[in-house]
């Protein structure tokens, strides 16, 4: 039926694509939203798109590899000590900042560009609804995963009956034995489901990030403002520094095997220069103010908002600030709340340099 669908219709599919394409082209050119002149220099911007790869990609590495090396070569960022904890809450309030202070808004301003129809774009905040399903979809696609490797675990042969003709004979020492061994089933499985738990975390937040790190580096590339650039080369190399060190927190604790480590590390170092490239290649035939570029561009930051917002409050926050450990611990719940608010701090400096 698929097949069939798909000979009969090609041509009309073809067609309905270019024109799809080129309704930007054509709506723009009745836009008021024109880009300005004055500041346009394409062989200066150039130079810059290409430092920007260099230092984009170099803070990537720094930011992503350092918290897995650091754990596997120092004993202080074992899961277990405080400090670990502090780190994972300042990581928490980078990403949290990142949602809320640096995608969000972006979406909303690119949702309500005058270069968009007011109906139905004006009418309704879909920026709002979108982040909104987004997390939905998150919690729900989260609980699925970590529901069906449950059952899969009970569904596996438990061992019956164990210690039973110890307790008839009253042995008592191997009917200890017993409860012991079941206890540490019980402790693996439970320690399994909390590293798949790991790894769907590490894999939605890596989701979130390189959607919008993808959207930043079309933009880049795309852009031929040498000033634009330069102030977003700078506030950028730092956002993905600490977006980086957040993410590989997250990956150091679900334990992948190596080459999947490397895999997910070279994803996240290499979205925003390869996106810078792809804006580069469509730098004379795209346009960031066209309509159908200014509502995907939106749709697609407010569903990394809603994903980075819920992976930061949920997956983060929540699990660490009310783990047994802190809350019996004063010092380090001021301690994690401190560090919370400096990541959240710092990411907001960033934003507002990025402004100037």
Request: hydrophobic share 50%; glycine share 8%.
């Amino acid at each position: 039926m698929i097949r069939f669908l798909f000979t009969c219709s090609s041509k009309k599919l073809l067609i309905i694509l270019f024109l799809i394409l080129l309704q930007p082209i054509s709506v723009f050119s009745k836009c008021i939203c024109e880009v300005e002149e004055e500041d346009q220099n394409s062989s200066k911007a150039q130079k810059l798109k290409i430092v920007a790869i260099a230092s984009i990609l170099v803070a990537s590495v720094f930011g992503v590899c350092l918290p897995i090396l650091a754990k596997n070569l120092s004993s202080y960022l074992n899961p277990e000590n405080d400090i670990y904890f502090l780190l994972k809450a300042f990581a928490a309030g980078v990403i949290l900042a990142t949602g809320f202070i640096h995608i969000l808004p972006d979406a909303f301003e690119t949702l309500r560009s005058p270069c968009i129809g007011e109906n139905p774009w004006h009418k309704f905040p879909f920026t709002g609804l979108v982040a909104m399903l987004a997390a939905i979809g998150t919690l729900m696609m989260e609980s699925f995963a970590t529901g069906y490797h449950k059952r899969s675990e009970l569904r596996k042969a438990q061992p019956v009956n164990i210690g039973n003709e110890e307790n008839d004979n009253n042995d008592e020492g191997d009917a200890h034995g017993s409860h012991v061994q079941w206890f540490c089933i019980v402790l693996e499985r439970s320690n399994s489901s909390n590293l798949v738990r790991h790894r769907i975390i590490s894999q939605v937040l890596e989701l979130g990030i390189v959607v919008h790190s993808v959207i930043v580096g079309i933009s880049i590339g795309a852009s031929q403002s040498p000033n634009t650039i330069k102030t977003l080369v700078a506030a950028l190399s730092f956002h993905q520094f600490f977006e980086g060190m957040g993410l590989g927190g997250c990956i150091s604790q679900a334990q992948f095997k190596c080459h999947t480590i490397s895999f997910m590390v070279l994803f996240f170092c290499l979205t925003t220069p390869i996106g810078i490239v792809i804006g580069i290649g469509m730098s004379n035939m795209y346009s960031m103010n066209s309509p159908t570029a200014l509502i995907v561009q939106g749709l697609l930051l407010s569903a990394s908002a809603g994903i980075l917002i819920y992976m930061a409050l949920v997956d983060l926050l929540a699990t660490d600030f009310m783990n047994p450990k802190m809350l019996c611990n004063f010092r380090l719940q001021l301690g994690a709340n401190f560090t919370l608010l400096l990541g959240v701090c710092f990411m907001s400096l960033l934003a507002k340099w990025g402004e100037a």
